[in-house]
């Protein structure tokens, strides 16, 4: 009994040392010290990029549009609040990494955010949450506008004094519009109507290609078209007749009903006059019309020096695959897979 246990108790002290000494070696072995891989070899150590806030820009009276530099591989983004004190307030999670900017609803009116992002990656196998670092002095934004009239017409100011240059989201939903097109400066500018003030608030722009013989004066629009042919092998997707044979369409499609024909060489030409005599835009700005503006909506095209009230708005010209316009909402998939961050609201 007495020998039996004197075995045991000496075997225990061999069973210690023998642990102590390998414990030793893997400590002391030259980068081989104990790791989050070394215990678990399913879960690989993994770490995600620090991103950072580019721009916040008002949408409403209670959302931020807010532009972000991506992280590669992140799968999302926590947008969060930080407070005097450091705590976080998590306003939404972005589960995708698609979109260079996205919109953060449900905020107050009024209050001063300092706004933080955070990119995470969720492990495909197990499903567990890599968080990134973020910056924690966050981004300063206040949510609060201010409306100012110049020149006759009312401008929405940020906090910061800078003009916002989308007011859709402050209007009523039941606004009556008017469309003003520029074909010196092939810029179609919308405004609302503000009672009896008239047509005074310039809501958004959008860049055009009318021709140069496009008439000028007052029209009142007509028919709308879901999908239309233009000519001989070159097809519309949302049209709006602006009288006789002149319309508002988008750039020209080379087959019909079919989002991913688009003729990219005439796209890339938005911005200068380049049509028949028709007024082209890009899907979100006919889809806008043929969403917004009934039959009888004001359309008055001019020409003048001055772009209009916001300027001349910049394209970004697609590459010869981008058989599809980036701005039509029935395509986003296309850029979603070919992983090209044009931005759609
Ligand atoms: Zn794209």
């Keep these: 009994m007495n020998n039996h246990h004197e075995y045991k108790r000496k075997s225990g002290i061999v069973i210690a040392a023998i642990f102590t000494v390998v414990s030793l070696i893997v400590l002391l072995l030259p980068g081989k010290t104990l790791s989050a891989s070394d215990l678990h070899t399913d879960y690989p150590s993994q770490s995600i990029g620090e991103t950072s806030i580019k721009k916040v820009t008002i949408r409403s009276k209670t959302s ?187 750039t020209p499609y080379k087959s019909y009903g079919n989002n991913n024909s688009l003729d990219v060489k005439e796209y890339n030409k938005l911005g200068t006059a380049a049509s028949h005599g028709c007024v082209r835009l890009q899907c979100v700005a006919v889809k806008w019309i043929y969403d917004n503006c009934p039959g009888g909506t004001k359309v008055v095209i001019y020409r003048r020096k001055k772009a209009g009230p916001f300027g001349k708005p910049k394209l970004q010209k697609l590459p010869k695959w981008h058989k599809w316009d980036p701005t039509d909402p029935t395509a986003k998939n296309k850029c979603r897979k070919h992983g090209c961050s044009h931005s759609i609201r």
């Design 64 to 250: 931020f549009i807010v532009t972000i530099k991506k992280v590669k591989d992140a799968s999302g983004y926590y947008v969060y609040d930080i407070s005097e004190d450091g705590n976080l307030t998590k306003l939404t999670t972005i589960k995708d990494n698609f979109n260079n900017s996205f919109v953060v609803k449900g905020l107050e009116y009024g209050h001063t955010y300092h706004l933080v992002v955070q990119a995470y990656k969720k492990d495909k196998k197990t499903g567990a949450i890599i968080k990134g670092t973020y910056d924690d002095n966050g981004f300063t934004k206040k949510l609060k506008i201010k409306t100012k009239y110049k020149k006759g017409l009312k401008f929405y100011y940020d906090a910061d004094g800078k003009v916002i240059k989308d007011v859709e989201h402050f209007l009523p939903k039941k606004t009556q519009y008017m469309l003003k097109v520029n074909t010196l400066k092939c810029v179609m500018t919308i405004y609302a109507k503000d009672g009896r003030k008239g047509y005074t608030i310039p809501v958004k722009s959008f860049l055009c290609s009318p021709s140069d013989h496009t008439a000028s004066g007052t029209f009142r629009l007509g028919t709308k078209y879901r999908y239309r042919t233009l000519f001989y092998n070159s097809y519309s997707q949302w049209t709006a007749v602006i009288h006789g044979n002149i319309l508002f369409h988008t």
